[in-house]
């Protein structure tokens, strides 16, 4: 029955995800929001709801592995699976900007949190706590990128598209009324808090069951659930043509993870964090960097890059189980 709860609570999980995100993207559009914006920000923190909320429930718990395990994971399953598929969907053409300052700033998050949880690490003990104080400063990064994303979205006007786009779009958003949107909104939003909690109970008992430690539940079951909002919504988009919007998702997702998860649930509850995740934080630093290589060899991320990035999470998975 354990299992069936696990199921129900990733249903519930990326169906919430689902109406939240495109509730909060209509109400954007209503508004008068720019695109780039709804992407980078309410796609980014809709696909991270479920990691955040997951992550909370954790904290709360006391399974500070799970909450590190969880981002972490998910990180590396975002920039390795999530981007390899949808790269072998639609080769990405990468923008300058998005190749020289977001990919850096996701690399920048990356150390952060390592030099953050691996503190204690250095001077040789076993364990490391994320404390209250590093929530804030992970925060406060938070605000750092929020702050550079609404300067970016300010160089392009919602004006830069055609007519019968705009035009279109209007329309759209026009034809959905507010009780409407509000109503699925908070559906979705209800569908993700539950789903979180019984994913982390279920998870919990599997892992007790099964001999599995806090941080492999975190980094395969719990991460591949919590980034399947991801895979779905960069696929779909690599499948409609918005390549830059799946791009766009999966880098702001994990800034996401680490900054606004991380920080808000170390925040809520100190996270203690075990030795031996340090080796999946140095994993999600080497796959940024390597996206980092791939965007910036001719601005442009081939099938064949794609491939390579899957692999590198097949391997991993592999070495993860064994490891156990």
Same mark, same amino acid.
């Given at each position: 029955?354990?299992?069936?709860?696990?199921?129900?609570?990733?249903?519930?999980?990326?169906?919430?995800?689902?109406?939240?995100?495109?509730?909060?993207?209509?109400? $954007?559009?209503?508004?008068?929001?720019?695109?780039?914006?709804?992407?980078?920000?309410?796609?980014?923190?809709?696909?991270?709801?479920?990691?955040?909320?997951?992550?909370?429930?954790?904290?709360?718990?006391?399974?500070?592995?799970?909450?590190?395990?969880?981002?972490?994971?998910?990180?590396?399953?975002?920039?390795?699976?999530?981007?390899?598929?949808?790269?072998?969907?639609?080769?990405?053409?990468?923008?300058?900007?998005?190749?020289?300052?977001?990919?850096?700033?996701?690399?920048?998050?990356?150390?952060?949190?390592?030099?953050?949880? &691996?503190?204690?690490?250095?001077?040789?003990?076993?364990?490391?706590?994320?404390?209250?104080?590093?929530?804030?400063?992970?925060?406060?990064?938070?605000?750092?990128?929020?702050?550079?994303?609404?300067?970016?979205?300010?160089?392009?006007?919602?004006?830069?598209?055609?007519?019968?786009?705009?035009?279109?779009? $209007?329309?759209?958003?026009? /034809?959905?009324?507010?009780?409407?949107?509000?109503?699925?909104?908070?559906?979705?939003?209800?569908? =993700?808090?539950?789903?979180?909690?019984?994913?982390?109970?279920?998870?919990?008992? =599997?892992?007790?069951?099964? &001999?599995?430690?806090?941080?492999?539940? &975190?980094?395969?079951?719990?991460?591949?659930?919590?980034?399947?909002?991801?895979?779905?919504?960069?696929?779909? $988009?690599?499948?409609?043509?918005?390549?830059?919007?799946?791009?766009?998702?999966?880098?702001?997702?994990?800034?996401?993870?680490?900054?606004?998860?991380?920080?808000?649930?170390?925040?809520?509850?100190?996270?203690?964090? /075990?030795?031996?995740?340090?080796?999946?934080?140095?994993?999600?630093?080497?796959?940024?960097?390597?996206?980092?290589?791939?965007?910036?060899?001719?601005?442009?991320?081939?099938?064949?890059?794609?491939?390579?990035?899957?692999?590198?999470?097949?391997?991993?998975?592999?070495?993860?189980?064994?490891?156990?």
């Amino acid at each position: 029955m354990t299992y069936v709860w696990l199921v129900a609570g990733f249903v519930l999980l990326i169906k919430g995800a689902d109406w939240f995100v495109d509730s909060a993207s209509t109400i $954007a559009k209503k508004l008068s929001i720019s695109p780039i914006i709804i992407g980078l920000t309410i796609i980014a923190f809709g696909t991270s709801a479920p990691e955040a909320v997951v992550s909370i429930i954790a904290a709360l718990e006391g399974n500070g592995d799970m909450v590190a395990g969880n981002v972490v994971g998910s990180n590396i399953i975002n920039i390795t699976l999530v981007l390899g598929l949808t790269v072998i969907v639609a080769p990405i053409a990468v923008e300058r900007e998005v190749a020289d300052r977001d990919t850096i700033f996701a690399l920048g998050a990356s150390v952060l949190m390592l030099l953050l949880v &691996g503190e204690r690490w250095y001077s040789g003990a076993e364990d490391s706590i994320i404390s209250r104080v590093d929530g804030t400063i992970l925060l406060i990064g938070l605000g750092v990128y929020m702050y550079y994303i609404f300067k970016k979205a300010k160089r392009a006007k919602v004006s830069t598209l055609d007519d019968e786009v705009r035009l279109k779009v $209007a329309d759209e958003a026009r /034809s959905a009324g507010w009780a409407k949107l509000i109503i699925v909104l908070m559906i979705g939003l209800a569908g =993700i808090v539950l789903g979180g909690e019984l994913v982390v109970s279920s998870a919990s008992e =599997i892992a007790v069951a099964l &001999g599995m430690s806090q941080a492999l539940v &975190g980094l395969t079951i719990v991460a591949l659930g919590t980034s399947l909002p991801e895979l779905v919504t960069s696929v779909m $988009a690599a499948f409609k043509g918005e390549t830059q919007m799946a791009l766009g998702n999966m880098i702001g997702s994990n800034i996401l993870n680490i900054l606004f998860v991380t920080g808000l649930a170390s925040v809520i509850m100190p996270l203690a964090v /075990s030795r031996i995740i340090i080796f999946d934080m140095v994993l999600v630093i080497l796959a940024t960097l390597m996206l980092f290589i791939f965007a910036k060899t001719e601005h442009h991320l081939r099938r064949s890059e794609g491939v390579v990035l899957v692999l590198f999470y097949l391997v991993y998975l592999v070495f993860i189980i064994w490891r156990g």
